[in-house]
């Protein structure tokens, strides 16, 4: 049996994860969570599975929350908790899902705590994938992806050797408005932004996807996963989310992993690896039901910010940082009401240029420049139009 903490229990991947540990119980036990402040939420986790250990977003969430628990649960709250429960001592795998760059350090807690890591936070990676991939070799962690598309690669690299790779494709859905103009765009609204037509996501990551900066932190994440440069990774638009991501090997075979739009499946294969279990409800694919799959290069005129990804992931250093933190304060912005869609790659492109990378930075020095790249977006960076 494998013991888990699953960082943000509350979010789309965190109650698929649920769902997956739920039934398997044979096979999974949750011991630690963390979650933000969805009290409701987390309660009917915590009644469903009984973790021992469970972290909230600050100390008023966790006093609410321990109103409701009797003393078998001990209650943590804030960045300390959310390490706490990273480096659980009972833990044999560390699931993160949290939003954002807060993933990072306790990433490298549970490094350091020698738990394999079950990665949903592309954030982790982008911010400082120097840092996490050095630690994890030191002290001889596994990192095993839960993204789809990492997911998709990391099978389709099974049993083969690295160096005979040509490249890696990356298939993407386009997102909400992967069939408009860039003059489609201008009065798009939020409701628009969040009608993803193939995944179900919480609202930073469809947004995410209508830019397809999701895509971008996907192909820096790519990077420092699997060792390949930026030019052998490409990306393809593919508006079935059937194939989820495909190998193309130096004879020119390719190897695609396939399979219905279901984030269970990741899930669960990071956490059986490398065995597989029967996924409970999961719809098989039919390639006759499906009839065609579709398939067209993407135009970096038309999505900006997957270019701005792949400029940040070559410049390297803090600019991968600066790129991350201008963007989730400008979708955060953006799904508030207070700039429109287009803006968010305007202040994204105006905080890049605006920076000189630090090569090789420390964590101090990528907390230095994430604290500052998000103060200029909210006090300057929201001005611009």
Known sequence: MKKISLLGATGSVGLQTVDVIQHHPEAFRLVAMAFGENVDKGLEIIKL???????VKNDQVAKQLQRHLSGNVKVVSGLEGLIEVAAYHEADIVLNAVLGS?????????????????????????????????????????????????????QALNGEKLA?????????????FRDKSRSELQNVTIEDALNHPNW??????????????????????????????YDDIDVLIHKESIVHSLVEYNDSSVIAQLGDPDMRVPIQYA?????????????????????????????????????????????????????????????????????AFLDIETIVTKAMEAHQPIHHPSL???????????HWVRSEGLKIK
């Not at 350091?112 to 630690?135: C, D, P, Q, R």
Request: charged share 25%; glycine share 8%.
């Open 102 to 154: 807060i993933g990072l350090e306790p990433t490298l807690a549970a490094i350091e705590a020698g738990k394999t890591i079950a990665l949903s936070n592309k954030e982790t990676l982008v911010t400082a994938g120097h840092l996490v991939m050095e630690a994890a070799e030191k002290n001889h962690v596994k990192i095993l992806p839960v993204d789809s598309e990492h997911s998709a690669i990391f």
């Open 164 to 176: 005979d790779v040509r490249r890696l494709i990356l298939t993407a859905s386009g997102g909400s």
């Open 364 to 374: 101090d020095d990528i907390r230095g420049v994430d604290k500052d790249i998000r």
């Open 271 to 339: 956490l059986t690896f490398p065995d597989r279990l029967e996924l409970h409800g999961a719809k098989r694919l039919n390639l006759w039901e499906v009839g065609q799959l579709h398939f067209s290069q993407v135009d970096f005129q038309r999505f900006i910010c997957l270019k701005l990804a792949y400029d940040a992931g070559r410049t390297g250093g803090t600019m991968t940082t600066v790129l991350n933190a201008a963007n989730e304060e400008a979708v955060s912005a953006f799904l508030k009401g207070k700039i």
């Open 200 to 229: 179900s996501m919480g609202a930073k990551l469809t947004v995410d996807s209508a830019t397809m900066m999701n895509k971008g932190l996907e192909v820096i994440e790519a990077h420092w996963l699997f060792g390949l440069s």
């Open 49 to 55: 599975l009984k973790p021992k250990l469970v972290s």
